[in-house]
């Protein structure tokens, strides 16, 4: 039975960190594939240039990512680019109207208004974050340990594969377990959602720090949408404006429970790019892509 990609008004996505062999660009582009949207939003550390400062790493995945996302604004999807502080380069050249590229708008931050009248901050979030801010140094030294931990995650998980196990990340489990990590978390939820609510809006979304979570702090509505090199979420905004995180690793799984049938009730019927048609060999149950070589 062929699907059709599942449709939301919004989508939010950040920390792809494209140039690294962390991204796990091959599940994004498996999520962009079965996802559809009036508007997309790219929040920030889309391509890592710190990382490719110091060593070119740019594979055929991350390549068709960047074409996927360029394909979907071509076809009518506005999509909005935030950058944050892995991409920073391109915050020097946006203007106040902001940069154009491809059909794709640049600019420092966004006020997103939902179907149910709430107004959102959308930002990166780098800026909230004091070792980013007052220590770069501190920030680039932690990177790089970061990349190892990714790097570490990525065996770990080709591992798991061969045991015939799904997706799971050693790496964010690590840091959350990390008292000093979990206090960073929250002191960084605090002060973000503070500038929310000094802009007299209902929430933010933002990245950054890689921990998919909604929550509400003090009457803000606190929305990050998490990663795509370790936990592999979004957040979507549904036709009423109700707000939810995917996380793509589990969803994966069963992309049939995931999905609606090509021609139900609420989806287009015709031609598209998105349909899908499961495996018999696996009793209809879609087959999992392969995870990247890291």
């Known amino acids: 039975m062929a699907l059709r990609p599942a449709r939301y008004r919004t989508i939010w996505i950040s920390d792809i960190h494209l140039g690294t062999?962390?991204?796990?660009?091959?599940?994004?582009?498996?999520?962009?594939?079965?996802?559809?949207?009036?508007?997309?939003?790219?929040?920030?550390d889309i391509v890592d240039g710190w990382r490719l400062k110091r060593s070119w790493y740019w594979n055929q995945?991350?390549?068709?990512?960047?074409?996927?996302?360029?394909?979907?604004?071509r076809k009518g999807a506005n999509v909005i680019y935030v950058p944050g502080n892995h991409d920073e380069a391109l915050r020097d050249f946006i203007e106040d109207s902001g940069l154009q590229f491809g059909g794709i708008t640049v600019q420092?931050?966004?006020?997103?208004?939902?179907?149910?009248?709430?107004?959102?901050?959308?930002?990166?979030?780098?800026?909230?974050?004091?070792?980013?801010?007052?220590?770069?140094w501190l920030a680039l030294l932690g990177d790089a340990?970061?990349?190892?931990?990714?790097?570490?995650?990525?065996?770990?998980?080709?591992?798991?594969?061969?045991?015939?196990?799904p997706y799971w990340s050693l790496s964010a489990y690590l840091k959350h377990k990390v008292k000093n990590a979990v206090e960073f978390i929250s002191d960084?939820?605090?002060?973000?959602?503070?500038?929310?609510?000094?802009?007299?809006?209902?929430?933010?979304?933002?990245?950054?720090?890689?921990?998919?979570?909604?929550r509400e702090i003090d009457g803000i509505l606190y929305c990050n949408d998490g990663d795509w090199v370790e936990s592999c979420t979004a957040?979507?905004?549904h036709a009423d404006g109700r707000l939810e995180i995917l996380r793509w690793a589990e969803l994966r799984e069963n992309l049939g429970s995931f999905l609606l049938p090509l021609g139900e009730e609420g989806h287009e019927t015709g031609e598209s790019e998105g349909e899908f048609q499961p495996d018999s060999r696996d009793g209809g149950r879609p087959q999992p892509l392969p995870l990247p070589a890291g």
């Open 145 to 165: 340990a970061y990349g190892f931990a990714l790097g570490l995650n990525t065996w770990f998980n080709h591992l798991r594969r061969r045991m015939g196990l």
């Open 235 to 237: 957040l979507v905004e």
């Open 61 to 73: 995945s991350q390549n068709d990512v960047v074409q996927k996302l360029l394909r979907k604004a």
């Open 188 to 214: 960084y939820e605090q002060a973000i959602a503070e500038e929310a609510r000094r802009r007299h809006v209902d929430g933010v979304v933002c990245g950054h720090i890689h921990h998919a979570e909604i």
């Open 21 to 44: 062999r962390g991204c796990k660009a091959d599940l994004l582009l498996e999520f962009l594939k079965y996802t559809e949207a009036d508007t997309i939003y790219l929040v920030g």
């Open 108 to 136: 420092m931050e966004a006020i997103h208004e939902t179907a149910d009248g709430r107004r959102f901050l959308v930002t990166h979030g780098d800026h909230f974050d004091g070792i980013v801010t007052c220590a770069k």
